[in-house]
């Protein structure tokens, strides 16, 4: 089956700090990817995604690749603000044809100090 | 209203109380989940509705009941809880099907529920 590993956290940084969230997945084919972040008191919201492999996806300064070759989608973010602490989680949807309910990470807390 | 909304944002109940949980979605979405969100434990997915029709029951104990009367609305009747049930319940809608591709869903801001 479908599966998500991301590591574990929280992840704690200093203002200005740069931010790599590992994710790494087990699929069949070539599913799309997704980061989700979720702020205190609310609902998990898109992030970023990637649809194909080499894909590249990006907003609010984060970024991330979609590697075919090491099943990764990492999360990165050259200098990361307070505003930025939340959980963030990584995500895949099958490809199209099988099931489209997508497997979610257990996601990783990150907490930045100004 | 656009997105996602979930009433109540808080519900504190006991364990022999009746209530529900109500989610409505603006969008024009054909998928509707219930994801059960538990202090230090993975998001766990409840329950899929596609076209009014559940999909997916991920074992749930029969004290959590859905009901999807149409494509916009989605319910969680929870009758006879016990306490590990308190947990944040999280609402999502997609346009989704088997040709449809990057699955996007969107989140409504949650149900706090404390089951005393």
């Given amino acids: 089956g479908n599966s998500v590993t991301q590591m574990e956290g929280p992840v704690t940084l200093s203002e200005e700090a740069f931010l790599t969230i590992n994710c790494t997945y087990t699929a069949t084919g070539y599913p799309s990817l997704f980061w989700y972040v979720q702020y205190p008191g609310e609902g998990l919201q898109l992030l970023l995604k990637a649809t194909k492999a080499d894909d590249k996806g990006s907003n609010k300064g984060f970024e991330a690749t979609y590697r075919k070759e090491t099943t990764s989608f990492h999360l990165e973010k050259g200098s990361v603000q307070v505003s930025d602490s939340a959980v963030y989680f990584c995500a895949l ?21 100004p | 209203e656009t997105g996602v909304t979930q009433t109540p944002r808080h519900l504190v109940m006991g364990m022999t109380n009746k209530k529900s949980l109500k989610c409505e979605q603006h969008l024009g979405h054909n998928a509707m989940y219930w994801y059960k969100q538990s202090a230090k434990k993975p998001l766990e997915l409840m329950f899929v509705y596609s076209l009014e029709e559940r999909v997916e029951n991920n074992s749930v104990p029969s ?7 149409n494509s916009s609305h989605l319910f969680l009747h929870l009758h006879t809880l ?34 005393l």
């Fill in chain 2, 63 to 69: 004290r959590f009941s859905p009901e999807c009367p």
């Fill in chain 1, 93 to 113: 949807s099958p490809p199209s044809g099988g099931s489209y309910i997508p497997t979610f990470g257990r996601g990783t807390s990150l907490i930045v100090h």
């Fill in chain 2, 82 to 115: 016990q306490p590990e049930d308190s947990a944040l319940y999280l609402c999502a809608s997609s346009q989704a099907g088997p040709l449809s591709g990057a699955n996007v869903l969107t989140f409504g801001a949650g149900s706090r529920l404390t089951v």
